[in-house]
């Protein structure tokens, strides 16, 4: 890590960014910014604290793999599958990931900010501490995921399911946009950011809590949409 740290270090200085070797083997500490991983079979890699900086993984199987701390800033990963794996502290900030299998991952603390995450499968994902402000996450799926402390600041949740995520402690929606994003049965009494306006655009029940000064909409329950 810290020699990787210091050879970016060094082309911040210089003003030179030296190419990735695109054909090296994946390992800890891998540098494959800019390269082209579209289409490949590197489940189980072991990518801890690489960079990967606006690197194309379009379509690759990164299940089981190891991204720990790794730098994802502006990758592509649509319809990628990064299903299971281990992705604590790792920067996915303005990635592309449309689509992406996300379900089962480890991702407490990662940074999702500004990224397109419309469509992406999230079921399940461990996502304590993670920081989605101004991502688009429309259709994103939540199922099951543990959620505590995340943040949506400014995000677009439209239509997005939180349903069934597990989560203690408050998770901040300040700004965030709740068109019809399905929040039935949660306990959202220690939300931060939550406002009415919010509220009324979104569908809950009978088992929704909200915070206090905050009322049901007398639209509830929305009809299921299966689209």
């Known amino acids: 890590m810290a020699a990787l740290l210091f050879a970016m270090a060094a082309s911040t200085f210089t ?10 083997p994946s390992g800890p500490e891998t540098d494959w910014h800019d390269c082209n991983k579209r ?7 072991d990518l801890e604290g690489s960079n990967l900086v606006n690197t194309d993984f379009t379509l690759t199987d990164l299940r089981g793999a190891t991204l720990r701390g790794a730098n994802l800033e502006k990758a592509t990963l649509m319809r990628a599958s990064l299903a299971g794996a281990v992705a604590d502290k790792a920067n996915f900030t303005r990635v592309e990931a449309y689509r992406g299998n ?3 991952i480890s991702a ?15 079921s399940r994902a461990r996502l304590t501490g993670a920081d989605f ?7 994103a799926n939540f199922h099951e995921a543990v959620l505590t402390g995340t943040r949506f600041s400014m995000a677009n949740l439209s239509r997005a399911n939180l349903s069934g995520a597990v989560f203690e402690g408050p998770i901040d929606f300040d700004r965030a946009f709740l068109f019809l994003t399905r929040i039935e049965g949660l306990d959202l009494s220690a939300a931060t950011g939550l406002e009415q306006e919010q509220v009324d655009l979104a569908c809950g029940d009978a088992a929704t809590k909200l915070p206090a000064g905050l009322s049901a909409p007398a639209k509830w ?3 299921h949409d299966n689209d």
């Open 15 to 24: 003003g030179h960014v030296e190419a990735a070797d695109c054909k090296s």
């Open 133 to 139: 402000e101004k991502a688009e996450l429309g259709r």
């Open 221 to 223: 329950p929305c009809p």
């Open 39 to 45: 289409l490949l079979m590197l489940g189980g890699s």
């Open 108 to 122: 407490e603390g990662a940074l999702f900010v500004s990224s397109e995450l419309q469509r992406t499968d999230f």
């Open 102 to 104: 996300f379900s089962d």
